[in-house]
């Protein structure tokens, strides 16, 4: 058996690295191995291919692992701390509480920073679970696991009301929406400094744990005539989750945590543009169609909201249309283009059959210079000038 169980852990393990490497290597952009190597032992950033490996890449596959391993570990806590195979972080009332806080903040606090937000998260998570703990405490109850789930549950329901209550008042409704797009193609290092020391702390707390958990999945008299502290040890799981969920919860998508508590107005033209896909993300429709979504964005900017809806056409298998005039981008990103002239369409196909000479010069009065891109291979217009014009 503890063959097995160490078979089964390093083939976990393994697959976990492959798939964080085959990350670093495979994306749009088709960087060499000998720069993806440089970009993690001595980066160069002013080169762009590591740039995307060091700055996108790289961040993003570690907050892969530490979500997923935050998850998983949160999850197997309260499951064996519940006996519940269903039980997660939100029975306990812990998200519920984080909204209830961050609504309170936009709503009262407007003007403060990114950090200071996720830490009145924080404390809205911990706050809802003391307040759950304090109703089992009433007349001297016991951490039973089903009026745990049963009080969470009802703490959970009424901030949830509460933060809705508080929402329409205020109106920030935009700003919670920006907020709730949650995801892992956004992270970037800056988050992965806030959340992965919480991270860590809960993971190697849920290791030390870990025996106990076991003890209590078994049920409160085997626990208890094992020598298990049943309500010291079901504190100390409710302490570890809160830790794991939070830390999971600040790596957000969209990079619009920092933005939260503006108003749209107030926004300029290229975070507005990222407001309004993060609101496209929230409403988790299978149909994206956006207009222009790259204007007002400086390059690193763009490649990221491209990256990101490529990104949820192939993993979410969301159907994305967009109209966009820089023809090198849609080059890169489309699977099919479409050029119109007059309102008319002229030319569809993929971006191989599109982005020529000959189209461009139809379609544009253009005389352009096309050739293949170094890193993707797609077809990319380098120069161009008027049919006719001189050299």
Not at 8 to 24: D, K, N
Not at 68 to 74: D, I, T, V
Not at 75 to 81: C, D, L, P, T, V
Not at 309 to 314: G, K, R, V
Request: aromatic share 8%; net charge neutral.
């Amino acid at each position: 058996m503890k063959k097995r169980f160490w078979m089964f852990i390093t083939g976990g393990c393994a697959a976990v690295v492959i798939a964080a490497a085959l990350s670093l290597v495979f994306g749009s952009t088709e960087v060499p191995l000998e720069k993806i190597w440089q970009a993690l032992t001595a980066p160069d950033l002013t080169d762009q291919g590591q740039i995307v490996v060091y700055e996108l890449r790289l961040p993003r596959a570690l907050g892969c692992m530490l979500v997923g391993a935050a998850f998983a570990a949160a999850g197997a806590i309260m499951q064996g701390g519940t006996r519940n195979p269903l039980a997660d972080s939100g029975l306990l009332g812990i998200n519920a509480g984080a909204s209830f806080a961050l609504a309170l903040c936009l709503a009262l606090l407007s003007g403060v920073s990114f950090s200071a937000t996720v830490l009145f998260s924080f404390l809205g998570a911990a706050a809802s679970l003391a307040v759950v703990y304090l109703l089992m405490s009433l007349k001297h109850r016991k951490l039973d696991p089903v009026r745990l789930v049963l009080a969470g549950s009802a703490v959970s329901m009424f901030l949830s009301s509460i933060s809705q209550a508080v929402s329409i008042y205020f109106n920030i409704g935009y700003s919670l929406t920006f907020w709730a797009a949650g995801g892992v193609a956004g992270i970037r290092g800056d988050q992965l400094v806030f959340a992965a020391p919480v991270i860590a702390l809960g993971l190697l707390l849920a290791l030390l744990l870990s025996r106990q958990v076991s003890l209590l999945s078994l049920g409160d008299d085997t626990a208890r005539g094992l020598g298990l502290q049943l309500e010291r040890t079901r504190l100390l799981c409710l302490f570890v989750v809160l830790l794991l969920a939070g830390g999971a919860v600040a790596l957000e998508i969209t990079h619009m945590d920092a933005l939260a508590a503006r108003d749209i107005d107030a926004l300029s033209g290229g975070q507005r543009q990222r407001a309004w896909i993060a609101m496209a993300l929230a409403q988790d429709t299978p149909l994206i169609l956006l207009d222009e979504p790259t204007t007002y964005l400086d390059m690193a900017h763009q490649l990221e909201v491209l990256e990101l809806l490529q990104t949820l056409n192939t993993a979410s298998q969301k159907t994305i249309a967009l109209v966009i005039h820089d023809l090198n981008l849609a080059a890169r990103f489309s699977d099919w283009m479409i050029t119109m002239r007059d309102g008319v369409v002229r030319y569809e196909g993929t971006a191989a059959q599109v982005m020529t000479r000959e189209v461009l010069a139809d379609v544009f009065m253009l005389d352009a210079y096309v050739v293949p891109d170094p890193w993707t291979g797609r077809p990319t217009c380098i120069s161009y000038k008027m049919l006719g014009a001189g050299s």
